[in-house]
């Protein structure tokens, strides 16, 4: 399958019976996939006149309990942020996906990781938290859509896959393996809204102005953000075991470097990976075990240079950190990879020899 369809696929499998969205590429096999999709399945497509649209039309589906999705590219992303703060103002459970490009601005339509800081840190105004997961294979696409849903739903908040663009596009086997979701066996949230008579009234909204109440409900929030950076930290690791440089990357910029880390090795070079597959929470406790054997530290990404400022904060000086960057929607190859790594290497042994 192609990556935007096997996420479109994977959604529907995990339960999501209502689709809003709007054209744009890269991700434009997603809406064109639920358009008639959902009507086998018995959900609702809409294709709305604008992003702005589509993410509140979220908003009202998420408020009756229903999964719901919506999805976009970049410049769309930005403009469905006001609908995203509001939906975890209104602790709504619902999933985006952000296939990204090149920006920014209008950019070009191909893949890039520019999305990254818009991503993590929530991306539109206030207190809140997105959770974000990072496929790196269209197998993943189809896959981890069931567990942004299982999170969202078990702590009230948005949910998104932050893809780039040639994920989206690239065609590759597929196995579902997530289980099957079927929403008509889910029970009702003792939140949403709905016709159902014999049970106090209900109210969703995203504001309340009694005083003292909005610091009452962030910090209730920020404690259910404790639990999901104890609890559901996702990441994979390879050749770490013994590695003196650690490599770290998601999305296409990991498949590059488990490339480069073949190459790095097959020429002497102990070099291993982690793929931090939650982008938030991020995979910090596990970079700081790491640091206390390797000292070296490699960030790869398709951007000027984002998810090195979470390695960086992560490490707090236990250890070097390098930045290999390719903005403008630009793919690092295996070789200049190895250059890199060859090169952190060489400066360390000039330092060595300098500092006897």
């Known amino acids: 399958m192609k990556g935007n369809e096997a996420l479109a696929e994977g959604a529907v499998r995990a339960g999501c019976r209502f689709f809003a969205g709007y054209p744009i590429t890269p991700q434009n096999e997603v809406p064109e996939y639920m358009s008639w999709r959902m009507a086998q399945v018995g959900g609702a497509f809409v294709q709305a006149e604008s992003e ?20 976009s590219s970049s410049p769309g992303m930005s403009l469905k942020q006001e609908g995203m703060s509001y939906c975890a103002g209104a602790d709504l459970p619902i999933f985006v996906a952000n296939v990204m490009r090149g920006g920014p601005g209008l950019g070009n339509i191909a893949g890039a990781q520019g999305d990254y800081w818009q991503a993590t ?173 390797v000292k070296k530290f490699l960030v790869v990404e398709m951007s000027m240079g984002q998810m090195v400022e979470d390695v960086s904060l992560s490490l707090n000086g236990r250890a070097e950190v390098h930045l290999l960057a390719k903005p403008g929607a630009a793919v690092t190859t295996a070789d200049e990879l190895y250059k890199t790594l060859e090169n952190i290497v060489k400066k360390g042994a000039k330092e060595y020899a300098a500092a006897k």
């Open 52 to 71: 702005v649209s589509a993410i509140n039309m979220i908003y009202g589906a998420a408020a009756t309990g229903v999964r719901c999705m919506t999805s």
């Open 121 to 293: 840190r929530g991306g539109g105004h206030g207190d809140y938290r997105t959770f974000v997961m990072a496929p790196n294979s269209v197998s993943e696409m189809a896959n981890l859509p069931a567990k942004c849903y299982e999170v969202a739903y078990k702590y009230r908040l948005p949910s998104m896959i932050l893809a780039d663009g040639i994920i989206g596009q690239m065609m590759e086997p597929v196995e579902f393996t997530a289980p099957e979701v079927d929403p008509r066996n889910l029970p009702e949230p003792s939140w949403a809204l709905g016709i159902n008579s014999g049970r106090a009234k209900r109210i969703v909204k995203s504001y309340d102005l009694r005083e003292g109440y909005l610091e009452k409900m962030v910090l209730e929030r920020i404690a259910r953000y404790k639990q999901i950076e104890q609890n559901e930290v996702v990441y994979e690791e390879k050749m770490m075991e013994d590695a003196e440089i650690a490599m770290v990357a998601y999305g296409t910029s990991a498949r590059v470097a488990v490339a480069g880390m073949r190459l790095a090795r097959e020429r002497g070079l102990k070099v291993g990976l982690l793929r931090p597959i939650t982008l938030w929470p991020f995979p910090k406790a596990r970079l700081v075990e790491l640091s206390k054997r």
